[in-house]
Each structure stands twice: as C-alpha cells, then as structure tokens.
Nanobody
Framework: VQLQASGGGLVQAGGSLRLSCAAS????????MGWFRQAPGKEREFVAA????????YYADSVKGRFTISRDNAKNTVYLQMNSLKPEDTAVYYC?????????????????WGQGTQVTVSS
C-alpha cells in the first residue's frame, strides 16, 4: 500500500489543523493505521492509532483530548484532527499502516509509511 500524507502547515498556538493520509489499494480496511511525528533532533514518536474498523483508537498522553484520529474506509483515508495546538507539536507527521496489528503504538509493527507532512506551530 502507498500512503500520501497532506494537510500540514503553519498555525499559531491554539489553532487547529487536519491531516489526511490517502492510501492506495483496495484493502485499506484491513490495515491498522497510525500517526507518528518527529521533531528536529528527536526520535520519531507515536501520536495516535486506529483499528481496522475505526472502532478502537489509542493516543499518546501528550495529545489526548486535543487530537482525534478517524478513518473513512470508503475513501481509503485516515485523518488526524489537531486542536489546541502547541509549539511542542511542531514536527513532521507521518502516517503508517500495519498489516497484522490493529491500533498499535509500536513503530516496529507498522510496515508501510507515508512521506510525512510538516506541522509548525508558532507561539
């Protein structure tokens, strides 16, 4: 599967952005999907994940209550709605697909990755 992330940009603290990740192929609904991010000089970290059906979600503590992950299997797309953004949310955001895992927080369990989209939050 090929993944294409979009929707990043520059936003002021307290603002919102919605990231999208479009997937190719006809088996999108069989993949667990996740969002990860990597800030300059830091390791990539887990942000949010969603199960195959969308019925289960999981968030990093740092974004819980501010970010919402969702998916539309008919459109082969997963979304990340980001509200109340903070400067520390600045990073390149990556979407990923996992063949054998549902709503995993473990980077090693994802076998397909998008190219990343930059999110910059100004103070």
């Amino acid at each position: 599967v090929q993944l294409q992330a979009s929707g990043g940009g520059l936003v002021q603290a307290g603002g919102s952005l919605r990231l999208s990740c479009a997937a190719s192929g006809r088996t999108f609904s069989r993949y667990g999907m996740g969002w990860f991010r990597q800030a300059p000089g830091k390791e990539r970290e887990f942000v949010a994940a969603i199960s195959w059906s969308g019925g289960s979600t999981y968030y990093a503590d740092s974004v819980k209550g501010r970010f919402t992950i969702s998916r539309d299997n008919a459109k082969n797309t997963v979304y990340l709605q980001m509200n109340s953004l903070k400067p520390e949310d600045t990073a390149v955001y990556y979407c990923a697909a996992a063949t054998y895992y549902s709503d995993s927080a473990y980077e090693s369990q994802y076998n397909y990755w998008g190219q990343g989209t930059q999110v910059t939050v100004s103070s």
